[in-house]
């Protein structure tokens, strides 16, 4: 009797020890949005990080220096968002913003300061308040650096070409 108890007892012990595996549950999605769009207040914080860089003509590279076009690319390459590398790349890219739809992160484009048939000059609104906006650019002009420019100075709503939206599209 006692080896029949102990057949009977001994698989019950030994099963016992595992545990039933469950069946795989449905994964539960609630009200959750992929994050494809790119935060526009880390775009700003990102670019004030090179505050004070030196203007480089020609340049993407933050250890050398940075020209308009090359500080607006290498910006927003670093949220993945490829921007053409020269600033008469933007002429026909973005949707067209009025003063009162300019948001941070938008891009303002001017016209070359002597000539006012080719685009020549990039920043990305960092204050946004249509024609009042502040712009963060690599300036060649008397900073020779990364800066931030309020754009209703005479310098730059004579040149104001438009702002642009890249980031929408």
Do not use: W
């Amino acid at each position: 009797m006692r080896t029949f108890l102990l057949l009977f007892l001994l698989p019950v012990f030994f099963f016992s020890s595992f545990k039933p595996q469950k069946k795989e549950s449905q994964i539960r999605v609630e009200n959750t949005k992929l994050q494809t769009e790119i935060n526009r207040d880390s775009i700003i914080v990102f670019a004030k990080k090179h505050l004070g860089t030196p203007y480089k003509y020609a340049s993407s590279n933050p250890a050398l220096g940075f020209d308009c076009s090359g500080f607006v690319s290498y910006v927003f390459s670093h949220f993945g968002k490829t921007l053409p590398r020269s600033s008469s790349g933007y002429k026909n890219i973005g949707k067209t913003l009025k003063p009162e739809e300019f948001k941070v992160g938008d891009i303002l484009v001017f016209y070359g300061y002597k000539d006012r048939t080719i685009i020549g000059h990039l920043g990305i609104i960092c204050e946004a308040n249509g024609m009042q906006s502040k712009f963060i650019h690599a300036s060649s002009g008397k900073a020779q650096q990364v800066t931030i420019t309020a754009l209703d100075t005479d310098h730059y709503t004579k040149r104001f070409y438009k702002c642009v939206d890249v980031l929408s599209e």
